[in-house]
């Protein structure tokens, strides 16, 4: 009961400030508004992509590159639900009205992202069962560029030529639901059994197995995890940027993710967030600087890492008990 | 049954380019267990100090092979340089971090030796100079360059040298110890920031040899050259077994005759997602690459 | 002992570890502020953005519109500017990333009220921008998309630059009727829109001729060894091979392509055309032919002075010679500030009616009408390599083909 108030809550608080952010940003008197909306909205595709690699990364430590290839999965699988089937799902809802059938397109293609990405997640997950450290790594970094490199060969979804006319569903409300659906389940993954079992893992695996964790079990689930929610930050990127292009799913785009949850905090979901929304904005910020605007942003984060190797927040949490670090 | 022919040397020619660069990747890996990213780039900054360079030297002296070995010389000399920095400034304040912050650093300036190469040396590809002049080499229909040979050759030679260097000789002893284990090789007195400096000069000479001969045998470069190359030479090296010098050499043969073939005879659009496939395939029979060593884990 | 010493130092570097990780975090607050301080637009300029990927993959093509877009920039303010005011460009990289190219466009619309945008070079970069400068109603030029979706976006989006199924008839007809070749091999780029898109009409209109297509082959941009496709094409004994990449990739393919022994002519498209072609890909692009906007041989003046222009101002640090991205941008440029002029106004709302009005305007690249859908309609040229032995290049005018 308790759990339907907070949720109803949370629904609430962000249909309240969905509005009041089109209200003040889109349509209000803040000339730079949709701007800032717009970075709100990577801000919160790029929070969710970090917090569920940080959940393979951090804190399972299975090392993944190849976060970028379930965003993909995600992103092109839901654009062709909504672009093939959303004709037949609005005939078949069309007692509801727009809005209504709009939120079951999405939610069909939301289902069908994160499904998809399970999927992808479970396949890159198997190999992960024999590798570890680099040689996973360069496993999954693999497994993101054959991604892309499929995708660029199917017609049906644009190939090279990107995917046009995808409708423009997803909005602050719907990213920021999932932002705060990710976020909650990853921080209730990490303070179940499963996540002391994931931690296990990353501290010890032979330990681990020793104590009687299903390391097999647990690593796969870890990817799946994490691949379903990249999955449905893609069907929301979708959505929102109403076109696809294999040029935002390179390789490049996980070593952001990677570097999202390092700068952050490695296994710590606060810092994940803190870094996804620092390296939304930091580009940005250096705009001024025009093309001396990447080099700065390098730099500056080559320096982040000398003088803060263990990121921005570290292992700490904000908020609750703090999580104990690594005995040593 | 000819052009099979000519695809096989097609891919070993290719091959001999991902042998050459990985040499480099799988030495530092082999020492600091690092991901250096920024290898890719070394070797496209070794081919760039090849083009300014032979603008100033070619010419000047008596011969073409001269001017090249000046050039090349010179230029593995400055990519040395550069690899010490990078480790004096990038990479040594965070030795002792975790290997993420080290991967994340390589990416950093990886990414930072790119983006300022694109405002010094311009976006747009340059012709790099023919500092050994082509000669065609025809054998039935066949056809095979010099410049091919040499590169195929002087991986070759690189990775006998350098198998021979570190086996036998008493700083090679002293690359294996840090290797090994670096703080037993501090007990022992082996000034390891000095190997280690040692290490990332000699992967970076490798990846300028490799980039100027690369570019002497594909003459157009550009400041993101080394990318995919990169990333190929790396999946060669782990391919082969990450820090076994034979494996690097082997992966990197491997890969380019998987590529060719794949495109001769199969659909050139997959190219590029079956050398991961292929890799994907070894390391799960053989988790630690073709002559990569297993590592026992112990409790 | 040991241990005790080390601890002392590790807080001590700490310490100033956490010091310098403040004094980043400030430097870059500052760099936030300071952007925003941006001066606003002073009432005798007019403001248009353009946005390009200056960094990046497709660098050198975001690059090359830049130049020509300051030049066309320099050129009209030196000549009184528009309408009594200086024109100014603010100019955004989106790193060819399509969703970078959504946030600039929206930038630029909203935090900098551009009144017009110039951009993209690649389609999928243009699809991305262009429903934000449509929903803003913010006219949109792009210099060089050729993927006829770009302007079905809306009313407010428009090209200067062929569509692909024209240049893909153009060179089509050119293999079929003036070569009198009858098999012809693609090589194209799988990764690139542009050629993609160019490489399937080519095909379209070829078959339509009665021609065969004995194979299609692939490559991805930035790859440097193209033996392996080339050899398989050999083997198929093609009369011409359709290359319609960018000039990056061409000049490598047409050395390896020689050097396995192909003598068949290989044709292109416009992403050809730049003296780095010839450069890179030296005496083993004689007898190559491909379609574009222009020839230098072309005594136009207005074409003349651009290339002597360019000469002047880029010569000592790159190119001599401007590529096609160069002459469509400063041709973007040149259109838009002639649709402020007959429009005797800088709203959006009137230079989008007056860009749709406009008709045989003399630019660099030719007479430039727009049609119903915001196409432009102008005619191309054939043009053939001559390359000496030095990679001293120029084109030789073939035929033009009017749409």
Redesign the interface.
């Known amino acids: 009961m308790k759990r339907l108030l907070w949720i109803t809550g949370a629904l609430a608080a962000l249909a309240l400030l969905q509005w009041g952010c089109s209200a003040i940003l889109l349509d209000g008197p803040i000339?730079?508004?949709?701007?800032y909306y717009?970075?709100m909205i990577?801000a919160g595709i790029n929070i969710v992509l970090a917090v569920s690699l940080n959940l393979t990364n951090g804190i399972t430590g299975q090392f993944s590159i190849g976060h970028a290839g379930f965003f993909a999965v995600g992103a092109y699988v839901a654009a062709s639900v909504s672009y093939y089937g959303g004709p037949g799902i609005r005939a078949a809802t069309a007692f509801l009205p727009a809005v209504g059938q709009d939120t079951v397109v999405l939610l069909l293609a939301l289902a069908a992202a994160g499904l998809a990405a399970a999927l992808a997640g479970l396949l890159v997950g198997i190999p992960s069962l024999r590798l570890r450290g680099d040689y996973l790594a360069i496993v999954t970094l693999g497994f993101g560029e054959i991604i892309r490199v499929v995708i660029?060969?199917v017609d049906a979804v644009g190939?090279?030529?990107?995917f046009?006319g995808i409708p423009?569903l997803s909005n602050f409300f719907w990213v920021y639901l999932l932002v705060t659906a990710c976020v909650v389940t990853v921080w209730n993954v990490v303070r179940s059994s499963y996540g002391r079992a994931f931690i296990a893992i990353r501290e010890n695996e032979i330990a681990a197995q020793a104590m009687g964790i299903d390391v097999t079990r647990h690593k796969v689930m870890a990817f799946v995890i994490g691949a379903v929610f990249a999955g449905m930050a893609g069907c929301l990127?979708g959505h929102y940027?109403?076109?696809?292009?294999?040029?935002?799913f390179t390789f490049v785009k996980s070593f952001e993710i990677i570097i999202m949850v390092a700068i952050g905090g490695l296994g710590s979901i606060e810092g994940a967030v803190l870094g996804a929304i620092f390296l939304t904005?930091?580009p940005?910020?250096?705009?001024?600087?025009?093309?001396y605007?990447?080099i700065?942003y390098s730099l500056?984060l080559i320096?982040?890492m000398?003088?803060?190797p263990q990121g921005m927040l570290g292992q700490a949490s904000l908020f609750g008990k703090k999580s104990k670090g690594k005995r040593k | 049954m000819e052009?099979f022919l000519?695809?096989l040397i097609?891919?070993i020619?290719?091959g001999s380019?991902y042998a050459l660069v990985a040499l480099g990747y799988t030495m530092v890996y082999g020492v600091l267990r690092l991901i250096n990213f920024a290898h890719g780039d070394i070797y496209m900054l070794g081919a760039y100090f090849g083009y300014y360079l032979s603008r100033l030297i070619q010419g000047r002296t008596p011969s073409h092979l001269l001017d090249a070995a000046v050039v090349m010389f010179l230029s593995m000399l400055g990519c040395a340089l550069v690899g010490i920095v990078m480790e004096r400034l990038a990479y040594r304040p965070v030795r002792r971090a975790s290997r993420l912050t080290l991967l994340i650093i390589a990416i950093g300036v990886s990414l930072l030796i790119e983006?300022s190469s694109?405002v010094i040396f311009?976006?747009?590809?340059?012709?790099f100079p023919q500092l050994i002049p082509?000669t065609?080499i025809h054998m039935g229909g066949l056809?095979l360059?010099n410049q091919q040979i040499i590169v195929l050759f002087t991986a070759l030679a690189l990775m006998v040298l350098l198998n021979l260097f570190i086996y036998r000789t008493r700083t090679g002893k002293a690359m294996r110890a840090v290797s090994f284990n670096l703080d037993a090789a501090k007990l022992m007195g082996i000034n390891t920031d000095q190997i280690i400096a040692l290490t990332f000069a000699l992967g970076s000479a490798l990846a300028a040899a490799g980039g100027i001969l690369?570019s002497i045998n594909?003459?157009?470069i550009?400041p993101?050259?080394g990318?995919?190359?990169g990333l190929k030479a790396f999946v060669a090296a782990v391919l082969g077994g990450i820090g076994n010098i034979f494996g690097a050499v082997l992966g990197g043969l491997i890969l380019g005759l998987a590529?060719?073939?794949?495109?001769?005879?199969g659909s050139?659009?997959y190219?590029?997602a079956i050398a991961f496939l292929i890799l994907i395939a070894i390391l799960l029979f053989k988790p630690s690459g073709i002559l990569g060593k297993g590592q026992v884990e112990k409790v | 002992m040991l241990f005790s010493n080390t601890m002392k130092n590790r807080s001590r570097i700490h310490a100033?570890?956490?010091a310098?990780?403040v004094a980043?975090a400030a430097?870059?607050a500052v760099?936030?502020s300071?952007?925003n301080k941006?001066d606003a637009a002073a009432s005798d300029e007019i403001l248009i953005g353009h946005y390009g990927s200056?960094?990046g993959?497709t660098?050198?093509f975001g690059?090359?519109a830049q130049k020509g877009i300051e030049m066309a920039v320099d050129a009209i303010n030196v000549s009184g500017g528009v309408l009594g005011k200086k024109l100014k460009v603010i100019?955004?990289?989106d790193?060819?990333?399509?969703?970078e190219a959504?946030?600039v466009v929206?930038?630029l619309?909203?935090?900098d009220?551009v009144v017009a945008l110039l951009g993209e070079i690649a389609?999928?970069n243009s699809?991305?921008a262009a429903?934000v400068a449509q929903s803003?109603r913010i006219p949109m030029i792009s210099p060089g998309s050729t993927?006829p979706?770009v302007t079905s976006v809306g009313d407010y989006i428009f090209r200067v630059c062929f569509i692909d199924p024209f240049q893909g008839q153009v060179m089509a007809k050119f293999a079929a009727n003036t070569l009198k070749v009858k098999k012809v091999a693609i090589l194209r780029?799988?990764?690139?829109?542009y050629?993609?898109?160019l490489a399937n009409f080519f095909v379209e209109g070829f078959k339509g001729l009665g021609g065969e297509i004995l194979s299609d082959?692939?490559?991805?941009q930035?790859?440097?060894?193209f033996?392996?496709?080339l050899?398989?094409l050999?083997?198929k004994n093609p009369e011409a091979i359709f290359v319609p990449g960018y000039?990056?990739?061409v000049?490598?393919i047409a050395?390896?392509a020689r050097?396995?022994?192909i003598t068949v002519p290989l044709l292109g498209g416009d992403g050809w055309d730049?003296s780095?072609l010839w450069?890179?890909g030296?005496a083993a692009l004689n007898g190559c032919f491909y379609s574009n906007h222009y020839s230098v041989d072309d005594p136009s003046p207005i074409l003349q002075k651009f290339v002597a222009d360019y000469k002047a101002r880029y010569g000592k640090?790159?190119?001599s010679i401007p590529d096609a991205m160069a002459a469509l941008g400063y041709d973007a440029t040149l259109v838009l500030a002639d649709a402020m002029k007959r429009a005797q106004s800088s709203k959006p709302d009137s230079i989008r009616m007056a860009l749709a009005q406009t008709k045989g305007f003399m630019g660099v690249t030719g007479n430039t009408t727009l049609d119903e859908n915001r196409n432009a309609v102008k005619p191309a040229v054939v043009l053939e390599v001559i390359v000496d032995e030095k990679?001293n290049g120029r084109n030789k005018f073939k035929e033009s083909v009017s749409p």
């Open positions: 000339r730079q508004g949709p701007y717009q970075i990577l660029l060969n190939g090279a030529r990107g046009v423009k990127f940027t109403m076109y696809l292009h294999t040029n935002s904005v930091l940005e910020a250096f705009r001024g600087f025009e093309g605007r990447m700065i500056a320096l982040i000398i003088f803060r | 052009s000519q695809q097609n891919g020619s290719l380019i983006y694109q311009g976006a747009d590809p340059k012709f082509e065609q056809i360059t690369v594909i003459p157009g550009d993101l050259m990318v995919m190359t590529e060719v073939m794949v495109s001769g005879y050139s659009t190219r590029d | 100033l570890r956490n310098a990780f980043a430097a870059l760099g936030f300071g952007c941006k200056l960094t993959a660098a050198t690059q090359s100019v955004e990289d790193q060819g990333k399509p969703e959504q946030t929206t930038k619309i909203n935090k009220r389609s999928s699809l991305a429903p803003s993927n979706k780029d799988i990764k690139s829109d050629s993609v898109g082959e692939s490559y991805s930035g790859d440097k060894d033996t392996a496709q050899t398989a050999k083997g000039y990056t990739e000049g490598l050395r390896q050097k396995l022994g730049s780095k450069e890179i030296g640090t790159s190119d990679g």
